[in-house]
């Protein structure tokens, strides 16, 4: 099993920038990939960015090049970077870790909001 806590969330005004935190515990060896999702009220749950534990990443369109993931895996920790940030970046962030028996854990969800 595996235990996720995120942190960070808050809210900005457009332009500002926030990192998120995301504590693993458990069975953190066993996790092979880790990544950041995103729902806004009234849409689809949708992929932010991923990080496996060798370090590749990828990205959704809309936030390449102002969103960078980061894995610190001696502090069980997982990291997005948001830079840039718009209106339409306001989300409920949570945190998933996919383990090597194929199962995903996901964290309690932290607040964005991004201000005009």
């Known amino acids: 099993q595996v235990q996720l806590v995120e942190s960070g969330g808050g809210l900005v005004q457009a332009g500002g920038s926030l990192r998120l935190s995301c504590a693993a515990s458990?069975?953190?060896?066993?996790?092979?990939?880790m990544s950041w999702y995103r729902q806004a009220p009234g849409k689809q749950r949708e992929l932010v960015a991923a990080i496996s534990r060798y370090g590749s990443t990828n990205y959704a369109d809309s936030v390449k090049g102002r969103f960078t993931i980061s894995r610190d895996n001696a502090k069980n920790t997982v990291y997005l970077q948001m830079n840039s940030l718009k209106p339409e970046d306001t989300a409920v962030f949570y945190c998933t870790a996919d383990d090597e028996n194929y199962r995903r854990f996901w964290g309690q969800g932290t607040q964005v909001t991004v201000s005009s």
């Open positions: 458990g069975s953190f060896f066993s996790i092979k990939t």
